[in-house]
């Protein structure tokens, strides 16, 4: 399945509440739910009878949508949570917050995550010292990701760095905002985690 590449907007209107796909624009007056209410479409406003199986549907697409995963690699994310002990749909979750480009995102250093996964691809980051350019790697306990020495004088990031001394971290994770690097202090627990999704809608997709 190819990567949506239309107005993000549309997304969050779909589901009827905000994804922040579109980074800074999602606090302001611009965004597209602030402006417009109701689903896109010529039906949008009109009433909406929606099956168990369309709810189910509709939260693992919501999902996929605010970590930007395409359905192959969120299939798998799943098989890898069920296979973990503990809750399946809080496993999901930890691993999706745990990836690259979601640490990234949440560290500052990017303004949605979409941005994050191109940062990241471009080869801007070093995890644990080493290069890396794969938005979907895990990260685990103590792992550290920083911006590349040689990236570190771009206009971009100089930008950034006067920036994330205001940034709220979630708690699993540190930030060094001078040396441009963040660690994984521990992997995040459901409680964590603010997406405002219902996980075992998803399970009960896939549990079919």
Known sequence: MARYTGPVCRICRHHGI????????????????????????AHGQGRRKVSEFGLQLA??????SVYGVLERQFRKH?????????????????????????????LGFAASRNQARELVRHGHF???????NI?????????????????????????????????????????????LTGRLTRVPARDDIDTAVNEQLVVEYYSR
Do not use: H
């Open 18 to 41: 905000k994804l922040f796909l579109k980074g800074q624009r999602c606090y302001g007056p611009k965004c597209g739910i602030e402006r417009r209410k109701y689903p896109p479409g």
């Open 78 to 106: 799943f098989e890898e949570a069920d296979r973990r002990p503990g809750m399946t749909g809080a496993n999901l979750l930890c691993i999706l917050e745990s990836r690259m480009d979601n640490v990234v995102y949440r």
């Open 135 to 179: 938005p979907s790697a895990l990260l685990g306990d103590g792992d550290l990701v920083g911006v590349r020495a040689s990236s570190r004088g771009n206009e971009y990031f100089s930008a950034v760095k006067g920036d994330l001394t205001e940034k709220t971290l979630p708690r699993w994770l540190a930030l060094d905002p001078e040396n």
């Open 126 to 132: 070093d995890l644990n010292g080493r290069k890396t």
């Open 59 to 64: 939260e693992k697409q919501k999902l996929r």
